[in-house]
């Protein structure tokens, strides 16, 4: 069986373009805390995950670090790479262990070359990400705090949830500020939406985990 068969990035490939996509696929393991790339080093791979979970980060302006997506298993990492040789714009940090399936720029590029049918189908695969992508942004600006941070909680919880007694757990160590980095708010922001939240018995905030008691109310923010 192909190892990148069940990935959506592949999704439009035939069997055998899977096969020849496989000829250039490696893996590489990863501990929690590593980073697999960082931001401005030059972009000659990219990176599926196998498994392990890893976040995206980029250095704004006053030193801080802005996470501006979590990934998991199945997720890619630095496609653009696939079709572009600038460097990679943001660092890729490991959340837990790790297990990334690696391609080299260059080898895919090669393949595509001999094999231009792949290229085809994974820049219309890169578009429709793209379009998704772009209403996300315009989504996010139109919304209110309450929207917004109710919002990441629906995307987490789908991503990464684990149901526990008809509630949800989210076990993926961001802090207040980390969530606040990820929807463009602020740290005060999110800590009163979220206490808003659990006051009306929502959610459940701890240290290092949320507990969604209620997730059919919270989309109802959204």
């Known amino acids: 069986m192909s190892i990148v068969q069940e990935i959506p990035f592949f999704s439009l490939l035939t069997e055998k373009e899977l096969d020849l996509i496989d000829e250039i696929a490696s893996t590489t393991k990863f501990k929690k805390g590593e980073y697999i790339f960082f ?11 196998k ?18 997506n979590i990934f998991s298993k199945n997720d890619i990492i630095a496609e653009i790479v696939a079709f572009d040789k600038g460097n990679y714009p943001a660092s890729a940090l490991t959340m837990t262990a790790a297990e990334v399936i690696v391609f080299a720029q260059s080898e895919l590029e090669n393949l595509i070359l001999k ?12 578009s429709g990400r793209l379009r998704r992508a772009q209403q996300n942004v315009r989504d996010l600006a139109l919304k209110n705090s309450s929207a917004r941070v109710a919002g990441l909680l629906i995307f987490l ?43 009306e018995s929502l959610i459940q905030t701890s240290r290092k985990k949320i507990i969604i008691k209620d997730l059919a109310k919270i989309k109802t923010y959204t």
Do not use: C, W
């Not at 094999?115 to 890169?126: T, Y």
């Open 39 to 49: 931001e401005g080093e030059a972009g000659n791979k990219f990176f599926i995950i």
């Open 51 to 68: 498994s392990g979970k890893v976040k995206l980060t980029k250095m704004i302006k006053n030193g801080d670090e802005q996470i501006l």
């Open 115 to 126: 094999h231009p049918s792949i290229g085809l189908k994974l820049l219309r695969e890169m």
């Open 157 to 199: 919880a789908e991503k990464y949830g684990t149901n526990k007694k008809d509630q949800i757990v989210l076990d993926i160590a961001l802090t207040q500020a980390e969530l606040a980095n990820m929807i463009g708010s602020s740290r005060e922001t999110v800590s009163r939406v979220l206490g808003k939240f659990e006051a």
